[in-house]
């Protein structure tokens, strides 16, 4: 089969493979619908996993069964499904104490394009079919669909790790696809009040949205000075961090609240440290929590945020500014990401 | 000073008192706008807290500070305030452990029409100023921000004990006012698909546009039955109880998932026990969390409650389907309250 | 192979069956130590889960793996394991959901005795062996580690499920083996005074050294009298229940705290409802949470609880009044467990 | 009155000063017992808090009431008293919204010895004395007692930061007498193995008797490998911190399991920044929550506390070497604390 795949640091193409095997849990899948990730770019060409030769790319996507393993009772070929990022070993113990992201060791539940060949492929193969499989529901357009496998729930995870409760006034650092999630996912946990730190105007307009109250401009001063400004000097409740580097904590910590919360969803590529500002962290007492964490993936997720979007609590089409029809457009749909022209926010591509 | 009280049970009517006296943390305020609630009909005409005989009613509202105690330090003279139902004692054991409401004991977190006065008079007593009084927003209407008082509060409070999360499926039982307010608190805290029970049609109206995804009548048959077969046999992940009586638990237990939470936020007036069937309890052991609550008051949950009104999260307004202007007309509004004419959800006087 | 079995209700006996068999995530293990436990009394002469012909009993024992499956990756055989009486199926929405006891249905995650043979076999299966099974660490004795199939995890979760926290004043209602370790479980997250209900005096002494502070005995006058005496008229933080019918709940709301909570882990046999007070629970407000829950089973489960006997910070062995030696004794110890002698908590076979 | 005051940074001395006053609300107490602790080690010799000049040092303590504010229901003068470090109000937004010890700002609750005089006087003031003091229950020893005022709660508040939960493997980082107190309060929160980082003698006994399971000593080897061969390179559950500097964190890290928790209690003094190792942070998506803060203080938190110790749960006495007797001795158990003698705890002074 075909698949496009990372040929080393840098470099990407379209190779040749056997197409993969199901084991007893598994299935087998062919992609419906396709979309390149800020991680595949990461991977390619910034090295995150170390260098690969021949590793099929993509974790994004909508797909069909075309086979399942002899344990698989709940899917059969033919049924269309959405697919995570994150697939699980869920009898894992890591799974099993709450954390199935890490199942096997740190980070290990993401599998596609990292630990195994991903979705960019003629087939694509699904660990734990019963577990990390959802029914894609009737109806539902693949390209917004396609936002339920990452973004959808890396963002709203954001919301999660700074457990955003009724009435908080919530920073959400970086407007990209995952913080435009981050967002909406703190708008449905009840905030009342939403800082959106962001530049490009595609994206604060989809900001707003999604119930930003703010938007909060670097280029129009310190955003640390304009988010105290906006609280009266109190700070935020609590803050996603959805771009940026290391040192956002800095500026986290400094708009941040005693007991509030820093909910992490941004990948670090670079730096041996981040550094928390000791003063502003209460020297060390100040219940300021620093946390950051995978998405949860797996089938009760896809199945609880599927049907937001299928009963219209949430509207993932303001997040897919190219469409590409044709698996061949992978490769321009991946190119894209990589150059993040002015009106991109998130491409995809639908076979 | 006038006073609309409770002369006994059954018996309402205007009374002369001394206007309160003001303690060094406490607030004396006028009224600026009112509201009845279901606890006043209760009160008066089921006698739900004893027979009283001079009570001035009413724990609904939005007021000017007329009089503040030596050590109040955040309010004075003339500020707008909106009060809650709910004023602890916030040094009391039951606060620092987190339930205020039980300060002093379960359930005398309420004292306006209850322990003391209520607000329907010339003036009403706060207690504990700093801790239990906001500053009204600029701008914001009267009658849209009494329903902070209580119907907000309390409707969320649901949510919260129901413990709704992202793509939770949740069953609203009533929805009257603070049904309504369970609907609303519902979706603002992630539900993905909401079963809203009621029958009366403007309240059908208004509990769609605040997030119900179907309504459950029970003139079209048992309850239950409708939500599982909309839930496909499995049960809502969560269910509010705000309305009904002692056998709703009944059916509440029965359309809920195993490991589901039941949030209790309905006055239980009659009968010695709530009956919660043993074999769909799961014989004991299947971690369906039964619970209930009185509303968390204070200024905290004023603050915060009012922000979402401020940034249009919520529209309270709503609620308000009759508005009187003058302070004579609590009377009308309260039997109003009484009558629940078809038309009805929320009366609001204006002063 | 041989297997102690239930014959049909009110009859037990042994029979001849085939040897289970291995699928691909399982593990065959032949027993090193039972215990039978009230569940199989309840089972065999209550017909708790119905008339069953044939189906051997157990779910209580340490185990040596005969055979794995082939995807099977952290055992072999000749591993000696312990197994819970809980073994679900992890990949299920409902363990994903993070209630693994109820995966496939309230309850399914029981398979033992239940949906299919329990461990009084020559040889018994256990699904999902990697999820499922923990490694019995070096040097545990098999009677006192026996104990960590049910005893241990059951009476643990009534602490959790009460939610103790240091200084609370818990009654624990029944001491049992079950209660007993809801003795344990109180102390171990930090109970301040622990109230156990009970009389027989075997288990008060048991009772006193797992960490109990005063015993109540119903022989001398109302428990909730003696509770409410004891906390100066306040009521308990916390009750466990592990014991008692569907009364004992009515007794649990009337000694309990407003917000405090109730966790039980007592299967409730008979009669249609449980009666919760309306007035003592608080008209439906008083925040007293009603929880009661299966034990979690699973490998990591038993690894950490586990390591509290190996480092001593548990002693199970005073659980184990009774020891027999041979297979054949299994019928000998049921009888034990459904005569309940004077001095009995619980009996062990090994084998 | 006398009173043993900071007279500028590293110069302490004996001051006469006007008996304080007591509001509606407070209580004026004499000292019964008193500990000198590090903060005032911190606050005379590091500057921690600034430059002062006649403040009244000392936090920990237990008194006499000799008068109470017309507003106070529940002491009268000759109750016996524990007084914690922290004192909130009550009141306060920060403190409804859980975290009193910020109520009025980060950090504000503590109040002795930082924004008004301590407790080394005569007398000394108690702000909101039905809040913030608890009875001493009957016979129970001054100088284990004078351990609630600061050590107890601030240790255990360790525990809870790092959610300590059953069979966890817990890392405690210093075994001073605010460590000694982490590693009892893990114990007590059903840690199943403590690894006690530490090299004084006498604590390492201590610390075996408050549950420790093994030692580890610095001197010993890199901390961080010791901890991951026990833990057979998995990793501590928990890290609970109190001792170190900045660079600690980047240990703890180092030696906590993906989705662990660091709960900090230890004073940062020094330095910047706290550098945390982005790698070993799971590049930002590890789930290693990183939280500390200060203790909660109050008289809920002290009754409970207190009942630990009457009920002979925890034995605070341990921590005491060396006692004093007489108000004058204050100044002698002060320059201890500072030198650290080699067989010293914590001194405490009887007056």
Redesign the interface.
């Known amino acids: 089969m075909k698949g496009f795949a990372m040929l080393g640091i840098g470099k990407t193409g379209w190779i040749e493979k056997e197409r993969p095997e199901c ?3 598994d299935a087998i899948c062919k992609p419906l619908a396709l979309a390149p990730c800020t991680s595949d770019v990461h991977t390619v060409w910034e090295g ?1 996993i170390g260098d690969r030769h021949g590793l099929i790319l993509g974790h994004e996507g909508i797909g069909e069964v075309v086979e399942v393993g002899s ?1 698989v009772k709940d899917f059969k070929p033919g049924d269309r499904v959405i697919i995570p990022a994150i697939t699980p070993d ?13 199942s096997g ?3 290990r539940g993401w599998k596609f394009s990292n630990i195994k060949d991903g979705m960019f492929g003629e087939f694509f193969h699904v660990n ?1 079919a ?3 499989m959802a029914l894609l529901p009737e109806g539902m357009d693949l390209a917004a669909a396609t936002m339920l496998s990452d973004m959808v729930p890396t963002g ?1 995870h954001g919301a ?1 790790l700074a457990d955003v ?5 919530v920073a959400v650092i970086g407007i990209g696809p995952v913080g435009l999630m981050g967002v909406a ?1 703190a ?7 939403i800082y959106a730190v962001g530049s490009r105007p595609n994206c604060i307009k989809v900001a707003k949205e999604y ?1 930003a ?1 703010y938007i909060i401009n670097y280029k129009e001063g310190d955003i640390v000075k304009q988010v105290l400004e906006l609280t009266k000097g109190k700070g935020a409740d609590k803050v996603i ?1 959805a771009g940026g580097d ?1 040192d956002t ?2 500026q986290a910590i400094r708009m941040l609240k ?2 509030g919360r820093i909910g ?15 003063v502003e ?14 998405m949860p993936g ?4 896809m ?3 599927a ?2 979007i ?2 219209k ?1 949430l509207d993932t089409s303001k997040l897919v500014t190219h469409k590409f029809n044709g698996f061949e457009n992978v490769e321009k749909a991946l190119l894209l990401m990589k150059d993040k022209p002015a009106d991109l926010i998130k491409p995809v591509v639908i076979l």
């Open positions: 084991g007893p849990m995150a344990l869920w009898n894992s113990v890591e799974a099993q104490g709450g954390f199935s992201m890490h060791g740190m980070l734990d019963d577990g990390n709203f999660e409760q009724y009435g908080d006034r996912g708008a449905l946990r009840g905030a009342a009040e119930g109250t961090i290391n904590f800095d005693p007991a992490n969803i941004n990948y670090l590529g670079f730096g041996d440290y981040i550094n928390i500002p000791r962290w209460g020297v060390g007492m100040g219940h300021k929590v620093i946390t950051g964490g995978l797996g089938r009760l997720r199945e609880k945020l049907l937001l299928h009963n609590k």
